[in-house]
């Protein structure tokens, strides 16, 4: 089956313990996104990665970091926990192979994260 | 700086109806709009997209067209089911590939 999966789905840490979130897609996508969705606030982009060894940030990507070592995989890490870390994280991949849903974006379920 | 506005936050229909939710974008410059479903606790599911150069696309009882020039989406569910309610979230992509702005979605619920 066609996914993206997450790891852990839900993580209850303290704060400045490092963790990381995984995310694997088995459908060969170029592009891979984290974002943070919180109440009032929507979901918002953390980074993004256009190939492997190619990363970006995106529009909230303080207290994080990626690594795309290999092209399914975009791990999200947090060095430093702290509590307005506390969200709903999920990772999301696009084809980007110029077919004709080329920029369709697929999400993962996500990883409910509560930094205490 | 792009914003997306979803009107209404929240709506409340009888199983039958047909109905519209409504999504706005500031800034027409975009290369594609995507409406996904939530349901509570889950994932994004992709409903339809929308590139740039269409007017709309249609995948069984939901419709969405595009008015980039107006910056306006919507999307039609025909035939309302309780199996829809669900939060409903419309997304531009300002740079064709990895970016997505969300808006904040429309709580849907379809009562038998």
């Known amino acids: 089956e066609a996914q993206v999966t997450q790891n852990p789905r839900y993580l209850i840490t303290v704060t400045g313990k490092k963790l990381t979130v995984t995310c694997s897609q088995n459908?060969?996508?170029?592009?891979m996104s984290w974002y943070r969705q919180d109440p009032g606030l929507g979901l918002r982009q953390i980074y993004y990665s256009m190939n492997v060894e190619v990363t970006d940030k995106g529009d909230v990507p303080e207290g994080y970091k990626v690594s795309r070592k290999e092209k399914r995989n975009f791990p999200l890490i947090l060095e430093s926990p702290s509590p307005n870390q506390t969200s709903l994280y999920f990772c999301?991949?696009?084809?980007?192979?110029?077919?004709?849903?080329?920029?369709?974006?697929?999400f993962g379920p996500g990883t409910r994260l509560t930094v205490l | 700086k792009q914003e997306v506005t979803q009107i209404p936050a929240a709506l409340s229909v009888p199983e039958g109806e047909n109905l519209v939710l409504n999504c706005s974008f500031t800034?027409?410059?975009?290369?594609?709009l995507q409406w996904f479903r939530q349901d509570p606790g889950k994932g994004l599911t992709s409903l339809l997209l929308?590139?740039?150069?269409?007017r709309e696309q249609t995948s069984g009882r939901l419709n969405a067209s595009l008015d980039k020039s107006s910056g306006r989406s919507t999307l039609y569910i025909a035939a309302s089911q309780p199996g829809d309610s669900a939060t409903y979230l419309c997304?531009?992509?300002?740079?064709?590939?990895?970016?997505?702005?969300f808006g904040a979605g429309t709580r849907l619920a379809v009562h038998p």
């Open positions: 800034d027409s410059a975009i290369y594609n």
């Open positions: 999301a991949s696009t084809p980007g192979d110029g077919g004709v849903a080329y920029n369709e974006q697929f």
């Open positions: 459908m060969n996508h170029e592009y």
């Open positions: 997304a531009v992509g300002p740079d064709g590939y990895n970016k997505l702005i």
């Open positions: 929308i590139q740039s150069s269409q």
